[in-house]
T-cell receptor, first 108, second 115 residues
Framework: QKEVEQNSGPLSVPEGAIASLNCTYS??????FFWYRQYSGKSPELIMF????GDKEDGRFTAQLNKASQYVSLLIRDSQPSDSATYLC????????FGTGTRLTIIP | DAGVIQSPRHEVTEMGQEVTLRCKPI?????LFWYRQTMMRGLELLIY????????DSGMPEDRFSAKMPNASFSTLKIQPSEPRDSAVYFC?????????????FGPGTRLTVL
């Protein structure tokens, strides 16, 4: 079992709809959870982080964490074409471990 | 700040040649990370340094890979000899470990192609 698992996609979402990205992790001792966005040919950039169970909202982005289920998700409301990118889930246990990413395409 | 600087941005070499990738972290950051990204394996941590000292090199694939950080503003990742399976994008990232947010800032990456 991979330490951090994501559906590779591609995930296609109509413009204006909600995009839902999911991530599961294996290390129950993990304390911090991150979502990075990576545009094609570019480097990853941090867009959200969450440390506690529940939801955390920042603009159109909401991160959700459920430690009991070892599950973290990212919701993007009112999806825009500029949100088309690969989204990497990262989990900090002893070190920061990245998932392989989900490729998201917003369809105008 | 200029952000994390990496050079070269692209490198094409032949199998068996030595390759050296370079990184300048953000000034004031005390942790530096080297990652490798491929389609199949995603983003993998190779090695990281705290205060110029290598802390975890368990991700270095084999003895052909070596990394150094002689001072707080410079690090190198060397592959000798290179092989076609080393072809990937290599990212350097840095962070300030005493910050409130555990955020790593990535450089633009070096795209390595070994023929």
């Amino acid at each position: 079992q991979k330490e951090v698992e994501q559906n590779s996609g591609p995930l296609s979402v109509p413009e204006g709809a909600i995009a839902s990205l999911n991530c599961t992790y294996s290390d129950r001792g993990s304390q911090s959870f991150f979502w990075y966005r990576q545009y094609s040919g570019k480097s990853p950039e941090l867009i959200m982080f969450i440390y506690s169970n529940g939801d955390k909202e920042d603009g159109r982005f909401t991160a959700q964490l459920n430690k009991a289920s070892q599950y973290v998700s990212l919701l993007i409301r009112d999806s825009q074409p500029s949100d088309s990118a690969t989204y990497l889930c990262a989990v900090r246990g002893e070190k920061l471990t990245f998932g392989t990413g989900t490729r998201l395409t917003i369809i105008p | 700040d200029a952000g994390v600087i990496q050079s070269p941005r692209h490198e094409v070499t032949e199998m068996g040649q030595e390759v050296t990738l370079r990184c300048k972290p953000i000034s004031g950051h005390n942790s530096l990370f080297w990652y490798r990204q491929t389609m199949m394996r995603g983003l993998e941590l190779l090695i990281y340094f705290n205060n110029n000292v290598p802390i975890d090199d368990s991700g270095m694939p084999e003895d052909r890979f070596s990394a150094k950080m002689p001072n707080a503003s410079f690090s190198t990742l060397k592959i000798q000899p290179s092989e076609p399976r080393d072809s990937a994008v290599y990212f350097c990232a840095s962070r300030y470990s005493g910050g409130a947010i555990d955020e790593q800032f990535f450089g633009p990456g070096t795209r390595l192609t070994v023929l």
